[in-house]
């Protein structure tokens, strides 16, 4: 299963970048809009911005589009959510992130804090299995020897 792979092998950095994504999707949750247009603005801003940081950070060419794909999703991806973000709870009352509703800031603390016990569960089994493939491949080396 790659996506268990992928997050077993997340350093803290990467870890911290899909909390932010995780609260922006739980306060998304309370405080959704479907007004089109709010969501247009957000795609251009998205766009725009990501066009530019694209520009900032490297040369545009087909070896850079098929080499770090992910990296140049987050330059695009950012932008729109900070700006769909930060629409969705104009005038609500929130201090930077946090909602001005404890429970809210619970449920996105906790679905943070769920994901990390999940890359550090995944990371444990994933040495553990490294462990006992070393193992097995020491004991099949010992038996060929003899």
């Known amino acids: ?3 268990l792979s992928y997050f077993a092998q997340l350093n803290a950095a990467k870890q911290l970048l899909w909390c932010y ?3 922006y999707g739980v306060m998304c949750g309370f405080y959704f809009d479907p007004e089109l247009a709010l969501w247009g603005r957000s795609l251009g801003l ?3 911005v990501g066009f530019a940081l694209m520009l900032s950070t490297g040369p545009i060419s087909l ?3 098929g080499s ?3 990296q140049l999703f987050r330059l695009f991806a ?3 959510l900070v700006s769909s973000f930060s629409s969705l709870i104009k005038d ?3 201090l930077l992130l ?12 906790a679905s943070c804090l769920l994901f990390v016990a999940l890359c550090f569960v995944l990371k444990k089994m994933a040495a553990e299995k490294a462990t006992a493939e070393s193992h097995l491949d020491h004991s099949t080396d010992a038996r060929v020897v003899s």
């Open 1 to 3: 299963m790659k996506v």
């Open 21 to 23: 994504l995780i609260w």
């Open 46 to 48: 998205g766009g725009v």
């Open 63 to 65: 070896s850079r589009l």
């Open 68 to 70: 770090e794909p992910w």
């Open 78 to 80: 950012c932008p729109f």
């Open 92 to 94: 609500k009352g929130f």
């Open 98 to 109: 946090l909602s001005p509703h404890a429970t809210q800031n619970w449920v996105a603390f």
